[in-house]
């Protein structure tokens, strides 16, 4: 039962990802999902920060629970293991950046609270990248192409997000067409795919239970004498 809730922390983990993004934008009047990180609603002067500060350590907690239940779930197998414990080292990323080193809105210079937000940024991504590569190589041939797809898209719209964020900043304006959408593209893709792992760990799990409970019981040596 114990491994049963910490596996379904991914699942609560994504989920909470999800509604905290679409309560925070609700309630920031102006805020544009299609031009807008997700950053700022942590950023120093954003009205959506408190909510992320209460939020950031319950989701933290959900994905090291998650990543316990993958490491316990993993037997011997040490590519499963270090996808549990690289769920770990994001988790711990996830809820030192917003805390300690936040982004500021509308300042013209960056701080080295900005440049620990994008060192910290770029170490989240890193930690996907292995996460998916282990977990291509850690389970069966669907979930393998399923995990290829997702780093793949990762790849992709992280690098995309980067080109955009960029262009922004060059050309000093404060508009970031599309900014919003692929980054969120890059996000969603990898919450869907902690999901999909959940469930398939939940399941495996469980179709092991049912062949454990339909295997007879061996009869003693001491009853058969």
């Not at 769920?87 to 711990?92: F, H, N, Q």
């Not at 262009?167 to 996000?187: C, D």
Request: net charge positive.
């Amino acid at each position: 039962m114990l491994r049963k809730i910490l596996l379904g922390c991914g699942i609560l983990s994504s989920l909470l990802y999800v509604a905290d993004d679409i309560l925070a934008g609700a309630s920031w009047r102006g805020y544009d999902f299609t031009a807008q990180a997700f950053s700022d609603y942590s950023a120093i002067g954003a009205p959506t920060r408190p909510l992320i500060l209460l939020v950031s350590p319950i989701y933290s907690a959900l994905v090291i629970a998650f990543g316990a239940g993958v490491w316990w779930s993993a037997g011997r197998r040490w590519s499963r293991r270090l996808i549990g414990a690289l769920l770990v080292v994001y988790a711990l990323v996830s809820w030192a950046w917003p805390q300690f080193f936040p982004i500021h809105l509308n300042v013209a210079e960056a701080t080295s609270s900005d440049t620990m937000h994008i060192v910290l940024t770029v170490v989240t991504v890193l930690s996907w990248v292995l996460i998916l590569g282990f977990g291509a190589a850690a389970f069966g041939s669907r979930f393998r192409w399923y995990s290829i797809g997702t780093l793949l898209t990762v790849l992709v719209f992280g690098a995309l997000t980067g080109v955009i964020a960029g262009a922004s900043q060059s050309a000093m304006t404060e508009s970031a067409p599309w900014l919003g959408v692929a980054e969120r593209i890059n996000i969603y893709s990898f919450m869907l795919w902690g999901i999909v792992l959940a469930i398939g760990l939940l399941r495996a799990r469980e179709a092991a239970a049912a062949r454990h409970e339909e295997e007879p019981t061996p009869i003693p040596r001491a009853v058969v004498r």
